[in-house]
C-alpha cells in the first residue's frame, strides 16, 4: 500500500523504474535487488523477500531481503515436493495473500519467520498464451480478455462463468476447475516475493498484490533474459568439453597482459602444456574415452594452479596456463608441480594408467615482450620436451 505522500504520478514513475528492469539491465545481481528494493519503496512493505527456485537441489532457497534480519532470509530452504504454503504459488501461478486465506496447517517458516500478515507472489520466467486464447473464450467484457499472455487470475474482476471474480479464494477454487490452471507447474516459475506488514499490521490490498503480480511476470522475464545471456557469454569464452577458458578468451587474456606489463612493468610467465601419446589413448580406449581424460586433465590442471592463474584448452590435447606475477624460476617450479601431480594421478577412465604431460615455459621480458614470441618460445620449448623424453618442463 503506497504511503500518503506518495501520489500517484510518483507511483507511476517508480513503477515505470521497476519495468526498466525488463529491458535495460542484463546483469542479474542488478535486476534481483533493485526489485526488491522498489517492490518494498513503491508500495511501502514492512518487509520484502524473494526465494528462488534451485532445480537441481529440489529446493526453494531463499536469497534476498529487506526489512527482515541479515541472514534470515537466505538461511531457508524448502522443498518444492513438500506442502509448503511458499511453494503453493509456483504451482498455481496464482499470489497467496493471507489475508483472503484460512491457514489450514502451520507451516514452520511463517513462525521462523514471523509471517502474519503477508503475500506470496510467484515470479514467473517465461510468457505463455493467455487463459482467453487457450480457451477460445468469447468474453469481450471480461478484463481479462485481450490481455496479452496475462493469466485470468492475474487480472481482478475477470469474469467466468459470468460471474465476476474479485475475492482471492473464490477465484482460485473456481481456478483449479480449469484445465489451464491445472497445467501450471514450478520448471515456469523462477522463484516467489514474500511482502509482509506484520510489523505495521497495515492491510495489503489485493490491487497493490495484483498490480505486483503483474511487475513480477515481466521481472521474471528479465530475470531469464539475464541468465540466458550471462550463460550465453559462458559459453563464447569456454570449451564445452573441459569447461575451462578457450583459446580466443584465453589470447585476448594474453594480449592484454602483455600490454600492462609494458605500460607499467610486471612480469608474467605461459606455461604450454601437451598431454603425452594421447593418440594412443583414442586409438586404445576410444575418442569418448578421450575426451573423458581431457576433461580429467583439465580438472587437474585447473585444481593444481593458483587462484590468480588462468588455464585454458588451446587446441586438441593441448593447454595453456597463465602464471601471474611469477618470474621464469616460480614459473619453472610450478610447472614442474603440476607435472609431477600429472603423472602421479591414476586416470579411472584408462583403467588407472597414468597419464603425463610436457610443458613448456616463456617469461614476458626474459624471452619476448611480445604475444607472438611469448607463444612461440613456450611452444618451442614445449616440443623440446617431448623430444627429449616427455613428461618434462623445459624452460630455454
Same mark, same amino acid.
Given at each position: 500500500m503506497l504511503p500518503p505522500e506518495k501520489n500517484n504520478d510518483t507511483k507511476e514513475l517508480a513503477l515505470l523504474e521497476m519495468l526498466s528492469l525488463v529491458y535495460e539491465e542484463m546483469d542479474l545481481d542488478t535486476i534481483e535487488e533493485r526489485f526488491v528494493n522498489l517492490t518494498a519503496d513503491i508500495f511501502d512493505f514492512d518487509r520484502v523477500g524473494l526465494f528462488f527456485v534451485k532445480h537441481r537441489k529440489g529446493v526453494l532457497q531463499g536469497k534476498l531481503c529487506k526489512g527482515f534480519d541479515p541472514g534470515m532470509i537466505s538461511s531457508i530452504e524448502i522443498p518444492l515436493t513438500g506442502n509448503s504454503i511458499f511453494t503453493k504459488p509456483l504451482v498455481t501461478g496464482f499470489p497467496y495473500l493471507s489475508a483472503e486465506n484460512k491457514i489450514a496447517a502451520a507451516d514452520p517458516h511463517l513462525s521462523k519467520i514471523g509471517l502474519k500478515d503477508f503475500a506470496l507472489i510467484p515470479i514467473v520466467n517465461k510468457k505463455r498464451l493467455s487463459c482467453w486464447q487457450i480457451k477460445n473464450c468469447a468474453k469481450a467484457d471480461c478484463p481479462a480478455y485481450g490481455k496479452k499472455w496475462l493469466r485470468c487470475w492475474l487480472v481482478p474482476g475477470t469474469k467466468c462463468g459470468n460471474i465476476p471474480l474479485d475475492d482471492c479464494a473464490r477465484k482460485e477454487e473456481m481456478c483449479r476447475e480449469c484445465e489451464v490452471f491445472a497445467r501450471q507447474d514450478s520448471d515456469t516459475a523462477e522463484g516467489v516475493m514474500v511482502v509482509d506488514n506484520s510489523t505495521s499490521n497495515k492491510p495489503i490490498s489485493l490491487e497493490n498484490i495484483t498490480l505486483l503480480s503483474i511487475v513480477a511476470h515481466a521481472v521474471g522475464g528479465a530475470i531469464n533474459n539475464a541468465k540466458v545471456y550471462s550463460r550465453t557469454l559462458r559459453e563464447s569464452i569456454r570449451d564445452d568439453l573441459t569447461e575451462l577458458y578457450n583459446r580466443r578468451f584465453f589470447n585476448e587474456r594474453l594480449v592484454d597482459e602483455v600490454d600492462r606489463a609494458r605500460r607499467y612493468g610486471g612480469v608474467f610467465s605461459l606455461l604450454i602444456c601437451d598431454i603425452d601419446h594421447f593418440k594412443e589413448?583414442?586409438?586404445?580406449? @576410444?575418442?569418448? /574415452?578421450?575426451?573423458? *581424460?581431457?576433461?580429467? *586433465? &583439465? !580438472? =587437474?590442471?585447473?585444481? #593444481?594452479?593458483?587462484?590468480?592463474?588462468? *588455464? &585454458?584448452?588451446?587446441?586438441?590435447?593441448?593447454? %595453456?596456463?597463465?602464471?601471474? #606475477?611469477?618470474? !621464469? !624460476?616460480?614459473?619453472?617450479?610450478?610447472?614442474?608441480?603440476?607435472?609431477? /601431480?600429472?603423472?602421479? +594421478?591414476?586416470?579411472?577412465?584408462?583403467? @588407472?594408467?597414468?597419464?603425463?604431460?610436457?610443458?613448456?615455459? %616463456?617469461?614476458? #621480458?626474459?624471452?619476448? =615482450? +611480445?604475444?607472438? @614470441?611469448?607463444?612461440?618460445? &613456450?611452444?618451442?620449448?614445449?616440443?623440446?620436451?617431448?623430444?627429449? @623424453?616427455? #613428461?618434462? *618442463?623445459?624452460?630455454?
Open positions: 589413448v583414442n586409438d586404445t580406449f @576410444g575418442h569418448p /574415452t578421450g575426451d573423458r *581424460v581431457l576433461a580429467r *586433465v &583439465a !580438472k =587437474i590442471l585447473r585444481d #593444481n594452479i593458483r587462484s590468480s592463474d588462468m *588455464v &585454458a584448452r588451446y587446441g586438441g590435447e593441448e593447454f %595453456a596456463i597463465l602464471l601471474l #606475477n611469477s618470474d !621464469k !624460476k616460480l614459473a619453472r617450479n610450478l610447472a614442474e608441480q603440476i607435472c609431477r /601431480t600429472l603423472a602421479g +594421478s591414476m586416470i579411472p577412465e584408462i583403467d @588407472g594408467r597414468q597419464i603425463t604431460a610436457s610443458f613448456g615455459v %616463456a617469461t614476458f #621480458n626474459d624471452d619476448s =615482450i +611480445s604475444f607472438e @614470441g611469448l607463444m612461440a618460445k &613456450a611452444d618451442r620449448a614445449m616440443y623440446l620436451a617431448k623430444s627429449q @623424453g616427455r #613428461n618434462q *618442463v623445459i624452460a630455454l
